[in-house]
Structures are given as C-alpha cells and as structure tokens.
C-alpha cells in the first residue's frame, strides 16, 4: 500500500516546503490548509495552491514524484509537468509541446524515464523555455 503524503509551502516568511498529511479543518475557500510536519509533528499552515499529493511513484534517481513537479523524459527528449486529472481519478504527465499547450499522458507509462528537475512553484520558468 503506497503511502499518502502531501507537501505544501509554509505561508510564512521563507515559503519552505513541508511535508507531511493533510489536515480536516482549513478549507481551500478560507484559503487556509494545515499539513502536520513529518519531521517536527507541528501543523503548519500552508499555501493552498502549492499543495500538492504524492503520486506513489520515485523518479529514475529515486526521487518522490509529486503533483505540480517538472520532469524531463530523457527517453522521449521531452518536458512536462505533474498533474493530477480529476475526470480520470489519476495522476499524469502533461508533456510541454511547442506553442505552450500540453498532452496528458498516463504517468506510468514514464515513470522508469522520469527525472524531476524542479516544481511549478519554485521553478515556473521551466516551462516557458519551449514557448518562446
């Protein structure tokens, strides 16, 4: 059974990331949503739209695949992002084509090419590059 853990940036000074479970209580139209701290077991509220789930899978280096994460897909030389497609009740690989629209593809048929290479909160330029 994969475990369920959220991660969300602290609303506070220094926007660091928390990760940990979500918390019943803080509602996304009261803008205001709790994670309890893996490591510290504090809850910490945080950022609503930065909150993102992770999708159970680790990239080709080992590392967690979380909603709203950037990955290349060196087999395919191609770039997308994570997300989270509600009609179909799973997570997918948006890939970014040329012009700026995207391609939903089933995560797991690229999870072993995946390499995450930053997050759309941190790091939004990643996907701009083949816009322009």
């Given at each position: ?44 509220n945080v950022?609503?739209?930065?909150v993102g ?13 979380f ?13 997308g ?34 390499e995450?290479?930053?997050n ?13």
């Open positions: 059974m994969r475990k369920i853990i959220f991660r969300g940036k602290i609303d506070d000074y220094d926007h660091k990331w928390v990760y940990g479970s979500l918390l019943s209580g803080g509602c996304l139209e009261d803008k205001v949503v709790r994670i309890l701290d893996n490591e510290t077991g504090d809850e910490e950022i609503p739209e930065t789930q992770f999708t159970g899978l680790t990239d080709k280096n080992g590392k967690k695949i909603e709203g994460d950037i990955a290349n897909c060196v087999e395919f030389n191609c770039c992002k994570i997300d989270w497609n509600s009609e179909e009740a799973g997570f997918y690989f948006s890939v970014l084509l040329d012009g700026g629209s995207y391609e939903e593809e089933f995560i797991y048929d690229y999870s072993d090419e995946l995450i290479i930053g759309i909160y941190d790091n939004p330029e990643m996907l701009k590059s083949k816009v322009d």
